[in-house]
């Protein structure tokens, strides 16, 4: 994500770059964060929040795609499918087991 964004305006610096940047640490860290928590029911809404951050990360990547701010943003929407895929695969396993 750091790369993705580096080329992006000055003027979004305090905006969509930061915006994307913490998005993208967000999910990775909700997933650790619940895990520490030691508690199915607390992963399982960890895992929930991090997918929310996905969609975000989403969400402004379309937006830098509109504003003609990247033209490789191909690679981090597979991988943002791939990481989709396996928590929406993750919170399903771990709600029939509650």
Same mark, same amino acid.
């Given at each position: 994500m750091y790369d993705l964004t580096k080329p992006f305006p000055d003027d979004e610096r305090f905006g969509l770059t930061s915006q994307m940047r913490r998005c993208a #640490? +967000?999910?990775? &860290?909700?997933?650790?964060?619940?895990?520490?928590?030691?508690?199915? *029911?607390?992963?399982?809404?960890?895992?929930? #929040? +991090?997918?929310? &951050?996905?969609f975000e990360l989403e969400t402004q990547l379309i937006i830098? *795609?509109?504003?003609?701010?990247?033209?490789?943003?191909?690679?981090?929407?597979?991988?943002?499918i791939e990481v989709s895929k396996m928590l929406n695969s993750l919170i399903k396993k771990l709600e029939e087991k509650v």
């Open positions: #640490i +967000s999910v990775p &860290s909700n997933i650790a964060e619940g895990w520490g928590r030691m508690s199915r *029911k607390n992963y399982i809404q960890f895992l929930r #929040i +991090s997918r929310g &951050s996905l830098t *795609k509109e504003l003609k701010y990247s033209n490789n943003s191909e690679s981090v929407e597979s991988l943002i």
